[in-house]
């Protein structure tokens, strides 16, 4: 499903954000993605959205090579990757069902599909109950099950999760920890990036390590160790 092939991203005056690495992730796993600010996390989630392109390897996400993608092919792509990050980025004069409509009103869906997608989207995030309340009037955990449901409407078959329980407490961070994982039981393919130690030791799913760009450890139920 993902495989990277001696994958490197360069900034020209910041050095290696990652170095020839070497990835493969199957249909169907939950892999966590764990290291220190500035190890490259951030950029692994860049490149495998198309946002940031590779200076030398290869990217396969499916039956795509994104190393090669053509700008307009990119929102294709990314309605078969949903994205979740940190910073909620709701539109803040829009409902719950609003923002969750939104993501399809832009790809051109029509009325119909709409009406019958977001309901089913936010049922399964647990705020069929909210879906006329305005992100303010919503809790933190609460915004990001909003996100979660945005970024299921394309029904994509990866989920990439970037810190998205990094403003959340622990309650709200255990809520949302158990959504990703009905939503990997579902069949989609859930990558966490996270520095969240509890939560990764918590899961004890395959959990792979970067440093200073590279992948340092790559255990298939491991633990986040510092």
């Not at 959205?49 to 590779?54: C, G, N, T």
């Not at 994205?83 to 009325?111: H, M, R, S």
């Not at 705020?127 to 919503?138: A, E, I, S, V, W």
Request: charged share 25%; with cysteine; hydrophobic share 40%.
């Amino acid at each position: 499903m993902i495989k990277l092939t001696n994958v490197s991203k360069i900034y020209d005056k910041k050095g290696s954000a990652l170095n020839g690495v070497d990835l493969q992730i199957d249909a169907g796993e939950f892999v966590c993605i764990v290291g220190q600010s500035g190890s490259g996390k951030t950029t692994l989630v860049k490149l495998l959205i198309a946002e940031e392109k590779a200076n030398s390897g290869k990217i396969e996400i499916g039956d795509w090579d994104i190393t090669r993608i053509p700008r307009r092919d990119v929102p294709l792509l990314r309605r078969q990757i949903g994205v979740i990050f940190q910073d909620f980025k709701l539109l803040p004069k829009k409902t719950v069902y609003e923002n969750v409509a939104f993501a399809l009103q832009v790809a051109g869906e029509t009325f119909g599909r709409i009406r019958e997608v977001v309901p089913k989207v936010i049922d399964i995030v647990g705020l069929g109950d909210k879906m006329d309340r305005y992100p303010t009037q919503l809790s933190g955990g609460e915004q990001q099950r909003v996100v979660i449901a945005r970024s299921l409407v394309h029904r994509p078959k990866i989920l990439v999760a970037d810190e998205p329980t990094g403003n959340l407490d622990s309650i709200n961070t255990q809520e949302i920890i158990d959504i990703l994982g009905k939503i990997n039981e579902f069949g989609t393919t859930l990558v966490l990036v996270t520095h969240n130690k509890e939560v990764v030791n918590q899961l004890r799913k395959r959990v792979i390590t970067i440093h200073n760009g590279q992948i340092t450890s790559d255990q298939k139920e491991g633990k986040y160790k510092l």
